[in-house]
Every structure is written in structure tokens, then in C-alpha cells.
């Protein structure tokens, strides 16, 4: 099921204005409000004079995850911390911050992802998982935001026990939380499961349960730098989607680069993931205009 059609099956050039607009609020916004960036750019010679359009992306310096680990959260911070409605620490160490614009995106984001895979109101859903994860909660209120009933489970125990009361019918969770379930008491196996996804690292573990059931599981992609769930995720189709739209991709000397252009907070530009990817950015068969990618893990 596509969510907004309107959106993700929008024409390519519309999709790409309206990036190229994401894109250039994003950047000024982090050069006037992120001393960070301010920094960085004028150290570049780099200011909104030069910045006119989304191909000018090519003339802005990456930002590593090494600069971002070692500077002040602050540096990064746009708003005050009273306008933020949520902050938390990424699985990676990053700080995030995130303004109501910032989780009505992410809401947004996350709500696409899980129609993909069919969840709707007839949906009984399971996240197992520590809630404390800002990912599994834009997880919940999607997965509430489609209708769907959703019950969270901190533990794989806990998980195995509700799916026997309320006949769960979609299980959401980790490679390693499933092998759990699997050794524990596979007939609990919810008749659907999506599989969350780190989105920088190889997930031996998903691929050989994969290989013992002989199945293809549904994924949803979680960033460990961004703080978010559904930056990635498979279609009808079983092709990844990354949601360019609010997730600008390049390919940098082989390897995934990516703007985000719905952070309003912590804005990060041109993030270098050293992950080898190809893109495609037609149209895929599921009608979707959202790039497709293949990450080389």
C-alpha cells in the first residue's frame, strides 16, 4: 500500500524541485543557525551567495561522523532546547534533537514505510524492543497513525506471551530478538514480520534465518546517526527505497552520501557513510518515484 500517492508516486521533475527547495532552506538555516556549519562553510569560503541551486550540493565539504562525535551537541543545535520536544542519544553516540516539525517528518518518514508492508487497521502489531530507542517509538505512533493495534514489548518473552493472547498478526523487531523467538517458541511466529535493519552495518544474522526459512523478510532500515526508523525500506517489489525526498543521496567516489531535509534541529549536510551503494533513480515497478539503492555491505 503506498500512503500518499500524491508524494511518493509524484513525477520526477516535481520530486526534484521540490528537493532542490528542501535542500536550500536546509542549508541556510544550518549556515544562520548552526555554529558548527557556520563555521565549517566560512572556513570554506562557502556562503548562501554560492549556494543557489541543488546541483551547488557538489561545492559543499562532507561532514564525517568523526566531526560530528567530536564537537558540541550544541554546535549542532538550531533552536533552543525548550523548543525541543525530544532528545536523545543514538545507538552510534550522536546527540539528536528534535523539534515538532522534526517528529511530525519523522512520523511522516517511518508511516510510508510501514504501509509498504501492509499494515492498516486490521493490523495487530508487536515492536519488541527497548522503547527507550527513539526508532521504535516512530515505529508505534505510525503503526497507530495507519489504525493499526499496537502492542510493545521490551522483551522477546513478553512478545512471545501477547502474540498467544491477542493473535498478533505482524511482528516487528531484530534479527537477534527473532533468532530468540525462533529458539523459544517458533509456533508464536506472527504470520508477518518486518526485520529492522541497521542501516551501516551487514546483518549476517538476518541472512541466515532468512536461508533456514528460505523466505525474503520485510525490512525497514533504522539510521544509527539520524535517529530514525524508515530511511530505508523494501517495497512490493523487494527493492530498498531510500525516501530521497526527505533523504537527499549522492554517490561520492562510490560510496552513499546523504542530506537529510527534514531536520530542523540538528540539520546535518552532506553526511560521508563510507557504505559502497548504487542508486537508480527511476521509477520503480512498485509506481513508486522514490530512488531505489543497493548498499554493497
Known sequence: MISNPKIEMMPLEMKKDII??????????????SSFYREKYTKAHINPNKIKELDDIKKLPLTTIDELKQIDPLELLTVPVSVTLRLNKTISGLYRGFTSNDIARNLD?????????????ASTVIICGKYSSQYLLDLHYAAEALGATVIPCNDVQSAIDISNIFNANTLITTSKNLQEILNKAPDTLPPKVIALVNTFEKDILLKEIETKMNCTFSKIYMSRYF??????FTCEENKLHIQDDYLYPEI?????VITPLSFEAMPI????TNIPAKLNKDTCKCG????TIELEL
Open 288 to 291: 513508486r518515484s522514490l530512488a
Open 109 to 121: 518518514i517511518t508511516v510510508r514505510s510501514l504501509a509498504s508492508n501492509e499494515i492498516n487497521k
Open 20 to 33: 532542490s527547495q528542501r535542500f536550500l532552506k536546509t542549508f541556510c538555516w544550518a549556515y544562520e543557525k
Open 269 to 272: 549536510i552532506r553526511l560521508q
Open 227 to 232: 535517529g530514525l526508523a524508515g530511511i530505508f
Open 252 to 256: 561520492v567516489d562510490d560510496n552513499l
